[in-house]
């Protein structure tokens, strides 16, 4: 399958020592694509990578797709979009006002169709008919579900795990990882079949049933475009990560967050990251001799965003910082 570069790959493993010596219990490694290099996309280049790779294979000229006005995957979209010389038209539901993910997407030139509504689930089928009227006017589109999550963007993340196994020398870790559409999981257990490694994914938008059995179709169409070995769902456990709501962390997804940006200066965002590392923790006490690899996304822009809030360690800080100190 044909892939058009677009992040700088591969991105660091790193040992998480502080992190684990503050919360005790076995071996814990960051997957650093937070640092994937391309804007702000995190997770989503590996997916993009591959979709912009096919559409230029097969000749085409506008990718169309959609999301959420916050939605990390629309802003990477538009600039993959616009880097790969392609136009790019957008579907978002909800309140299209001026989000930064939406500013960065105008940005790059995307355009964008309001949907009207907060109905998320429209989207896809509003993109499948905004693509098929583009072809119409003798276009030729792509249309790609929210999130990039088909076979061919999933297949950027089996090559995610490819190589981790390559970078990997610990003994078999757990891997934890946040789900939203469930592209980058299904990929990663595609790319792991064989591997033993169990997955831990936390759910951040949708009831664990619902999602599992996305993520395992999708991981077994991923595996038979690659022609590899099909995956198996023994491999994976989903867990209901979506506390008080999408987008909104509970105390104990806030304290891990912060724990983690305290210990090993990472920012994590509410919607994915904090979440994930909320699984993370409790898992990481379960068993001290096998190693817990947290797979980090990005989300910067809500990560920053988060940051401007009042959060638990500013009045901390502010107590710290004398008047009118510059
Ligand atoms: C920062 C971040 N992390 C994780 C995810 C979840 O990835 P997926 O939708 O492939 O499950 C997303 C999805 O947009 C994301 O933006």
Redesign the pocket.
Known sequence: MTRFPLGVLPTPLVRADRLRDARGGGPLWFKRD?LTGFGVA???VR?LEHLLGDARARGVDVLVTG?GPD???VA?AAQAARVAELDCELVVWGDVGETTNLALARNAGARIHPLGSDDRARVDAEVERLGAELARRGRRPLAVP????TPV??TG?AAAAHEVVEQWSDAPPTVV???????????LLAGLAGTGWPVLGAS?SRPPEEITAKVLALAGETAALAGTAPPSGEQLTMLDARGPGFGVASPADRAAADLVLRTEGVLL?D???AK?AAVAMEHVGADPTRPTLLWL???LV?ALSHVSEVRGYSPEFRSRTPEGAP
Do not use: C, E, H, M
């Open positions: 937070d995190g997770n989503k997916a999301g939605s990390n995957f990477a929210r999130g990039g999550s963007g999933a993340f990882i946040p789900v939203g559409s469930g592209g980058s999981v299904a990929g951040v965002d919607t994915y990251g994930a996304t990005g989300g809500s």
